[in-house]
T-cell receptor, first 115, second 114 residues
Framework: NAGVMQNPRHLVRRRGQEARLRCSPM?????VYWYRQLPEEGLKFMVY????????ESGMPKERFSAEFPKEGPSILRIQQVVRGDSAAYFC?????????????FGQGTRLTVV | AQTVTQSQPEMSVQEAETVTLSCTYD???????LFWYKQPPSRQMILVIR??????QNATENRFSVNFQKAAKSFSLKISDSQLGDTAMYFC???????????FGKGTRLHILP
């Protein structure tokens, strides 16, 4: 059973370009979470999705950021018109349910560098 | 709002020694879960240990154990017989039973010295 798969592992974008980060949850998991980690910081919650639904996007910046988790295929975190401050590691996690006692499994992250 | 505080940005100990990482948190909730995650240089987030707030008994996983003091809102991690492979960032984290967001502390960078 493969773990949470994120790709690409590393992504370099010029300012103003779009960044697309992909996350395939573990088999049987229908809950996906995205987190952002700045250098020397902990992980900050961005968005929580279930299939075809955004459940909680309270951690998402109001502009340029969007996320989806379609019925088929991976979850996508999209950042439009990237700026230097978007440079960070972006982690995806998945779980079977949204109950607190269910373990969330993390992918290895995508390190986005904006030049 | 819930917060998680790790007051030790960095620590170093000799191999085979015991080390304790501190964590405090703030919440008005009564039901919640606490976690310690390990992040080695590979960046993979690995769950080390989990504690349910309603359980008085401290969780233990092999060389890893916690000291959970609910009244003091303290959740420290003890690593016994430390090994070189324990070198990593360690994050304390919190989640409410009814909520979906894991809230992380800023982490403690632990170096195990040969």
């Amino acid at each position: 059973n493969a773990g949470v798969m994120q790709n690409p592992r590393h992504l370099v974008r010029r300012r103003g370009q779009e960044a697309r980060l992909r996350c395939s949850p573990m088999k049987g998991h229908s809950h996906v979470y995205w987190y952002r980690q700045l250098p020397e910081e902990g992980l900050k919650f961005m968005v929580y999705l279930q299939k075809e639904n955004i459940i909680d996007e309270s951690g998402m910046p109001k502009e340029r950021f969007s996320a989806e988790f379609p019925k088929e295929g991976p979850s996508i975190l999209r950042i439009q018109q990237v700026v230097r401050g978007d440079s960070a590691a972006y982690f995806c996690a998945s779980s079977r349910t949204d109950r607190g006692n269910t373990e969330a499994f993390f992918g290895q992250g995508t390190r986005l560098t904006v030049v | 709002a819930q917060t998680v505080t790790q007051s030790q940005p960095e620590m170093s100990v000799q191999e085979a020694e015991t080390v304790t990482l501190s964590c405090t948190y703030d919440t008005s909730e009564n039901n919640y879960y606490l976690f310690w995650y390990k992040q080695p240089p590979s960046r993979q987030m690995i769950l080390v240990i989990r504690q349910e707030a309603y359980k008085q008994q401290n969780a233990t996983e092999n060389r890893f154990s916690v000291n959970f003091q609910k009244a003091a809102k303290s959740f420290s991690l003890k690593i016994s017989d430390s090994q070189l492979g324990d070198t990593a960032m360690y994050f304390c984290a919190f989640i409410m039973n009814r909520d979906d967001k894991i809230i992380f502390g800023k982490g403690t960078r632990l170096h195990i010295l040969p």
